[in-house]
């Protein structure tokens, strides 16, 4: 069975900070790319960010370049998204997923999900 789960949610302000940390579980993803997605109320969910086996290469949304970062520790099987400079539009529930070989932003890439972490940024 395979488990990605996500934490570090929360509540945050406006230019706060918060790290999401997403742990695997049940099979090895050292050499799958590992993405980050969020949906907002309303919306479809959308590509966030995106990094390879190794760590090396990363991917980013336009929306979210050079205020978030995304990495992994293989050894833990995890996936962290350290995301700085909220603002208010980047509200939503924030998913980790894998089983793709190489980092992609679209969201049938991934054949593994989360089941979600709500990130709200108060104006």
């Known amino acids: 069975q395979v488990q990605l789960v996500e934490s570090g949610g929360g509540l945050v302000q406006a230019g706060g900070s918060l790290r999401l940390s997403c742990a695997a579980s049940?099979?090895?993803?050292?050499?799958?790319?590992m993405a980050w997605f969020r949906q907002a109320p309303g919306k479809e969910r959308e590509f966030v960010a995106a990094?390879?086996?190794?760590?090396?290469?990363?991917t980013y949304a336009d929306s979210v370049k050079g205020r978030f970062t995304i990495s992994r520790n293989n050894a833990k099987n995890t996936v962290y998204l350290q995301m700085n400079s909220l603002k208010p539009e980047d509200t939503a529930v924030y998913y980790c997923?894998?089983?793709?070989?190489?980092?992609?932003?679209?969201?049938?890439?991934?054949?593994?999900w989360g089941q979600g972490t709500q990130v709200t940024v108060s104006s």
């Open positions: 997923a894998t089983g793709s070989s190489v980092p992609r932003t679209v969201v049938g890439a991934y054949n593994y």
């Open positions: 049940g099979r090895t993803f050292t050499f799958y790319a």
């Open positions: 990094v390879d086996w190794s760590g090396g290469s990363t």
